[in-house]
């Protein structure tokens, strides 16, 4: 397969999901990803003239609820995943964009 | 070199659904912290979204609000990113298939003068879709703190075309849309609640030039005139910025309202890179025409139409119809009082003079609601009836309106009880003027010397010596006749 077309950046895709990669890692897994885009390629080769874009597999719309409330988790469960809590609130380091 | 600047808005309105918009854990501003949550909130493993109808029916009522197209198929993708105010990494949004597209919305300029209705345009706008809300960050020192009960409600997010050119624009802009919102009981658009949030792309380019500037994205505009306060600022600054030969840099902005500046906001060296694709949890919506025109034909009146036609059928001032028609209880209650009693001007001064100022101070906390004022449209129909029948004068009404708003009596007994009948025995008035004429030779030389003016302040002594009984037009003649 040639997978020259498609080379990938892997400390950004890293970066992106926030993991953290070793030097083997990072060439194991770019040889991986640049396969898998480039067998997704495949696509282009088909003639998909006035097929429209589809975003699921079957056709089912509109799967939706009446707006009448339902009952929620108690604020103790909430919390049990919470590495830190604060007056019923998860804390975290501060995160402010500025 | 004179400059213009282009605006365009992205404006967040919060849908006043009861739950949210993928689950049906119930929202309510100012619940205690992380009481309204579950699985899908949190997003936790295997949880499974599902849509809330009601905010779907919102979301198209607004887009026909505002004469957007309704596509037939609308989809949901998510938008990713890392930030603990979304707890699993990606917002549930509208990419390339939003609910509404195109559309514009009506705006009143300010008048040349508060009484004078100031000039309508269109604004337009982009696109209209829907998304969940993120949870709310509370920073303090070296933390920051969680709360997800905001997470997942259902926002609307407007955006308009680089449309409007200054503060002015852009706040009657918003004025209209949260007009429009009330109107359709979409959402109470409290900025301070965050219910409604806004930001700005403001460029400035030459006069004339075609090709729009660097824009700038500022935000944390609070509050309308933080809005206002923030764009104008920024309009100046990019334009001093131009005629001192510096470059505008594309960057993000932060409104800092105390100091009155906007402040660069140190921007990552990457551009987002939010990686969009469809959630394969949700499948798309489809609204069919039948559907989007049965939604159509329960759209209530809107209100610069109504402005129109009180304007024709009522012949009411704009000064009457800026306070009333914004207002779809106001205009309901005033057009009820209407049909009881067809005097429009008297029953529309009623209610813009007596009882919105009554109901403003009225609340415990801010103003009386309309719906629990104890004056209702049937007695300001009684009253003008009684005004206009000369049964009373309109001094006296002022005073049996304020005891139909404490006790809620019908104004025919009120007049009966406190006896407040106008009088119109022409021999009783006559001895009054007579009376008062004696009493005020200063007004009498006045008037005699050719002032007319000086004739009311003896009329108002007539008026108190009968308390308030007597009937205006009478005393006028009466005055006249003695004084010719």
Redesign the interface.
Known sequence: MDTSKHKIDID?VAQ?A?IELSDAEKVKFSGQLENIITYCEKISQVNVDGIEPM??SFP??????????????A?ED??L?APKA????????????? | MEYEAVIGLEVHVQLGTKTKLFTRVPYAYGAEPNTLTNSVVLGLPGALPVMNLQAIRDSIRVGLIFNCQIPEICKWDRKHYFYPDMPKNYQISQYDKPICQGGEVEIELPGSARNIMGKHRMVKLTRIHLEEDVGKLTHIGNESLVDYNRAGTPLIEIVTEPDMHNADEVFAFLKSLRMHLLYAGISDCDMEKGQMRCDANISVRPKGERKLGTKVELKNLNSISGVCNGVSFEIKRQIESLESGQRILQETRRWDAEGGITISMRSKEMAHDYRYFPDPDLMPVKISKEWRESIRAEQPELPFIKQERFFQQYDLPYSVTSVICPDKELSDYFEEAVSLYNQPKMIANFIVNELLRELSVAGTNGSLPLAESKVKPHHLASLAKLVDQSVISSQIAKEVFNEIFKTGQNPEKIVEDKDLKQNTDTSAIEKLCADAINNNPKAVAEFKSGKDNAINAIKGQVMKASQGKANPKIIDEILRKLLA
């Open positions: 950004y992106l926030r975003s699921h089912f719309y509109n799967v939706w609820e009446e707006d009448t409330p339902e009952s929620t988790f604020v909430v919390l995943n604060d007056e019923d609130q998860i804390v975290v380091p501060r995160v402010v964009e500025e």
